[in-house]
């Protein structure tokens, strides 16, 4: 039979060292708050189980770990008295009674299911508390695994470790896997004679040894149990983690010329084919087709670019974008909220939001639609196959037909049906011979000038 499990994630830290506002499990990672990533990561591993240990920012941090197909209840951990102390806020749950029970840390976002699985599978062996550790060349502030002959006698606190203890680079990730049929017992008897004078969940593998059980570390790779205690931790996650979705993406066969130069979301979607040039950001809510070119320093939030489009240089989808196949925004243009249809043409500093472009239409340089008036937001309808001049301004509520031709500078207030040109400017007047006189005329006003500043 498969064994059950019950996931335990501590989120209810001061996050003293974070220096911030907020909850430092709800700091964004690849644009999603930290706590998110963990849940997903359960998600993977097929735990559906999943008891959240809340303190400070509680209804923020429940919200956010509510993502996806997990479901998650929320315990209150009324004062911070350490990670055992944490756990044991979710007694109710545990006593439910599992065959494992997972505690993780809500600040260690680049977890995978491999090493929940790896837990896990320790626990099936016959152990009593699996510990997932890691190698780092810089231990400071993690505890540090103390195995003896394949068996792990104590986790030490760094801040009670001796300066021998200290020089151990085998570290707790915080990823704990105890037999869920003695975890309370275990759990209760947790005290806090220590440095800090709080319930270290880390003295469980003492505690389990001294009752004749076993613990075991098993060790996953650095990246995936790097913890976040600090912005600096924050900024070194948010690299591991771009770094990762980069290489997965182009094994996946999206090409990035400089790929350490490219931004993604959590949720950024590049099919096959797609390029991405240096300097792109990508915000969330991003899907591109095929074929589709990212030209460089884009920033792409919340659009659709469809296959074999071309974004940029310097051009900024916002949410709403939906980019037709084949289409075209160029250098310094805009989208916000607007179809540009298949193969139509936006190609330079253009703004185009709260719009419908037809197929094929091009917009000239300096197309601006004017969708607000300072209160309400309006529509911009282009048809197909349509072309604005340069430098047109489109106030919206306005509808400009399939075909139809607006002159260059043109301000469209009205309506333009299919086929029609619209001037919608001051026709040029000519004066023959006029220059020269104008010339003389202004020359003659500087010698004036002059003599006035020279009599001064
Ligand atoms: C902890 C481990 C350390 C390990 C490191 C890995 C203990 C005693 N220490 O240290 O061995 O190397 O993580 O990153 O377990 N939390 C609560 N309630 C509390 C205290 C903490 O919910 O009362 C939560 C925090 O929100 C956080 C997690 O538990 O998500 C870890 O707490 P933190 O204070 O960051 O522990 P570390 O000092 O990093
Ligand atoms: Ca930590």
Redesign the pocket.
């Known amino acids: 039979m498969e064994r059950t499990c019950l996931a335990i994630i501590?989120?209810?830290?001061e996050s003293t060292r974070m220096k911030s506002a907020m909850s430092k499990?709800l700091h964004p990672v690849a644009g999603r708050p930290m706590i998110s990533h963990v849940v997903e990561a359960l998600a993977s591993a097929s735990i559906s189980d999943v008891a959240l240990?809340v303190?400070r920012d509680a209804e923020a941090v429940s919200a956010a770990a509510s993502t996806g197909s997990v479901t998650v209840t929320s315990f209150l951990?009324k004062e911070?008295?350490?990670?055992g102390?944490?756990v044991l806020a979710a007694r109710e749950a545990i006593a439910r009674g599992y065959d494992d029970v997972l505690v993780v840390?809500?600040?260690?976002p680049l977890i995978t299911a491999a090493p929940l699985k790896e837990a896990r599978d320790g626990l099936a062996a016959g152990n009593d508390v699996v510990v997932i550790g890691f190698q780092t060349p810089d231990p400071t502030?993690?505890?540090r695994l103390i195995v003896e002959d394949g068996t792990l006698v104590a986790?030490r606190?760094h801040k009670d470790a001796t300066e021998e203890e200290r020089r151990i680079t085998y570290?707790?990730?915080?990823l704990m896997a105890i037999d869920g049929r003695r975890a309370l017992d275990l759990l209760d008897r947790i005290g806090n004679a220590n440095a800090k004078g709080e319930y270290?969940?880390?003295d469980l593998v003492e505690i389990v040894r001294s009752l004749g059980g076993r613990a075991i570390a098993v060790e996953a790779p650095e990246e995936e149990l790097t913890?976040c205690?600090t912005r600096a931790e924050l900024a070194y996650i948010e690299r591991l983690w771009q770094q990762r979705r980069r290489h997965e993406m182009m094994l996946a066969g999206v090409s990035m010329i400089a790929p350490e130069t490219v931004f993604l979301s959590w949720d950024t979607e590049l099919a096959q084919d797609v390029l991405v040039e240096p300097h792109v950001v990508f915000g969330p809510g991003v899907r591109v087709e095929s074929g589709a070119i990212i030209h460089a320093f884009s920033h792409v939030e919340g659009a659709h670019v469809g296959a074999g489009a071309t974004v940029g240089p310097f051009a900024r989808l916002r949410p709403g974008a939906d980019l037709g196949p084949k289409s075209k925004v160029g250098n310094f243009c805009e989208v916000k909220k607007a179809e540009i249809g298949a193969g139509a043409k936006v190609n330079h500093l253009t703004y185009i939001g709260d719009a419908f472009v037809g197929a094929g239409s091009n917009i000239g340089a300096g197309t601006i639609t004017c969708n607000y008036d300072g209160v309400n937001k309006h529509l911009t309808r282009i048809g197909a196959n349509a072309f604005v001049g340069s430098n047109s301004s489109l106030v919206a509520p306005v509808t400009i037909g399939d075909g139809a031709l607006v002159a260059s500078g043109s301000v469209i207030t009205h309506d333009v049906p299919a086929d029609a040109v619209a001037f919608g400017r001051a026709r040029q007047e000519i004066k023959p011979g006029r220059a020269p006189v104008l010339r003389e005329r202004y020359e003659a006003e500087k010698t004036a000038k002059k003599k006035v500043k020279a009599a001064d």
């Open positions: 501590l989120a209810a830290g499990v240990v303190g951990q911070r008295l350490g990670t102390h944490a840390f809500g600040d260690t502030g993690y505890g986790i606190e570290c707790n990730g915080g270290y969940l880390t913890g205690n």
